[in-house]
């Protein structure tokens, strides 16, 4: 790696290898860090896996001047059978970081930590299927993901730093895999500029992957015939491979455009989510930012960052949702409050408070990095004004 020497002590990388997946909320996580670090002038190569992108997430990409993309459609460690897939793409991010020559490898999975990477690993724990079955399935994750278990485990011992995206999350991991990791914790952020409150309209609305188990749908559909407001479902139905998923009772949307779901969200009253399992809940900030009153799920990792800020019914409560949805839809003063409590609360998720703290992390494997590696020549630094 190379660095310039100043007065000063602190380290910014100047280059970044990030994987990324075409799929979920990792992607626009992805380009909300990136778009946030372009002020320091740091570079972001994204590595894309899970799938081809879509014509409108290429010119997302198109629109970040910090990054430059390298596309595959490798499978990702929680899909089925996905072991060859994950090898390949291993020696394929290696080719890439050989181009690339990155300070920093930001993982956003475990599997490819092991690698043997030329720069420090930080790896970013958007989710687990360990602790997915557990909130879900009500167990432990079967047998047939063992090598899952061993594989994350070998990422999670082999990572300079692990980032999780709240306390829920880090809890999880430690859970799951022991605590003998170094796991802080760094919440999204999502640009308030890209969200706006409009007159609010008679509706409820969720969204998310419809096809994961973890988001609840089929909850909405019981809910819907106890309420006097039409609910509205968006997201993707198909989960990769298999067939599509149908919604009943409420009105589906489908995949929509990040443009449209902020509209949608603008106009909406009450955003619901009777998530089973969701480590911090990118849907849930935009809502809240778009002055969405917010009924959530009372899991851990919504108490955390909602806390005072949402109404919380358990995940398996159709009755409790109806009845707190209705509660909000008669009273239109207290609606209005949870409006604004949660669009106060979201706008302490700034995408600069989260660049702020990803830099200190970089800068915390930097160091270990240099400080654990016997014979290393000193540390020359640089420090870039944002």
Same mark, same amino acid.
């Given at each position: ?6 007065q000063?002590?602190?380290? *910014?990388?100047?280059k970044?290898l ?7 909320g990792? @992607?626009?996580?992805?380009l909300?860090?990136?778009?946030? *670090?372009?002020?320091?002038?740091i570079?972001? =190569?994204f /590595? ?7 014509? &409108? ?6 629109? $970040?001047?910090?990054v430059r993309?390298? &596309?595959?459609a490798?499978?990702?460690? @929680?899909? %089925?059978?996905? @072991? ?13 970081? !050989? ?6 490898i930001h ?5 490819? =930590?092991?690698?043997?990477?030329? =720069? ?16 879900v399935?009500q ?9 899952? $278990? /061993? ?7 082999? !990572?300079?730093?692990?980032v999780?995206?709240?306390v829920a999350m ?22 308030p500029r ?14 998310g992957?419809l096809?994961? &188990? !973890?988001?609840?749908?089929r909850?909405? %559909? #019981? ?27 409420? #009105?589906?949307?489908?995949r929509?455009?990040?443009a ?6 603008a106009r909406t ?16 900030? %935009? ?5 969405c009153a917010l ?24 009755t ?7 509660n909000?839809?008669e009273?239109?003063?207290?609606r209005q ?8 609360? =979201? ?11 990803y830099?200190?992390a970089?800068?915390t494997?930097?160091? &270990? %990095? ?7 020549p ?9």
């Amino acid at each position: 790696m190379r660095f310039m020497r100043t007065q000063t002590s602190s380290v *910014l990388p100047r280059k970044i290898l990030m994987t990324v997946d075409s799929i979920g909320g990792v @992607w626009t996580y992805a380009l909300e860090l990136a778009r946030a *670090l372009e002020p320091y002038g740091i570079e972001i =190569a994204f /590595a894309s896996m899970g799938g081809r992108l879509s014509r &409108e997430q290429y010119d997302q990409v198109v629109t $970040r001047k910090n990054v430059r993309l390298f &596309e595959s459609a490798y499978r990702l460690e @929680w899909m %089925e059978d996905p @072991w060859d897939d994950v090898d390949r793409a291993g020696d394929w991010l290696l080719q890439v970081a !050989a181009r690339v020559r990155p300070d920093i490898i930001h993982l956003n999975g475990y599997s490819h =930590a092991v690698l043997p990477w030329n =720069a420090p690993v930080l790896v970013v724990a958007h989710s687990c299927v360990l602790s997915w079955w557990r909130a879900v399935k009500q167990g432990d994750a079967p047998s047939r993901y063992d090598q899952y $278990r /061993a594989r994350v485990a070998a990422g999670l011992a082999a !990572a300079n730093l692990i980032v999780a995206p709240s306390v829920a999350m880090r809890d999880a991991l430690a859970a799951d895999y022991g605590a003998n990791f170094n796991c802080i914790v760094v919440p999204n952020g999502r640009d308030p500029r890209l969200f706006f409150c409009d007159a609010k309209t008679d509706l409820i609305f969720s969204c998310g992957r419809l096809w994961d &188990e !973890a988001k609840n749908v089929r909850l909405l %559909e #019981r809910v819907a015939s106890r309420i006097t407001w039409r609910i509205a479902v968006a997201g993707d139905c198909q989960y990769p491979g298999r067939s599509t998923v149908v919604v009943h009772n409420v #009105r589906c949307l489908g995949r929509i455009p990040p443009a449209e779901i902020a509209q949608q969200l603008a106009r909406t009253a009450i955003f619901v989510l009777p998530a089973h399992y969701e480590p911090f809940g990118l849907s849930v900030l %935009e809502a809240a930012l778009s002055c969405c009153a917010l009924v959530l799920a009372d899991i851990p990792s919504f108490r955390e960052t909602w806390h005072g800020s949402a109404i919380f019914v358990p995940s398996d409560d159709a009755t409790g949702f109806a009845n707190a949805l209705n509660n909000l839809i008669e009273n239109t003063r207290r609606r209005q409050d949870y409006g604004r409590r949660a669009r106060v609360r =979201a706008l302490e998720f700034s995408p600069h408070r989260m660049a702020s703290e990803y830099l200190a992390a970089y800068r915390t494997c930097i160091h &270990e %990095e240099f400080a654990s590696v016997p014979g290393k020549p000193p540390l020359v630094v640089e420090e870039v004004a944002a």
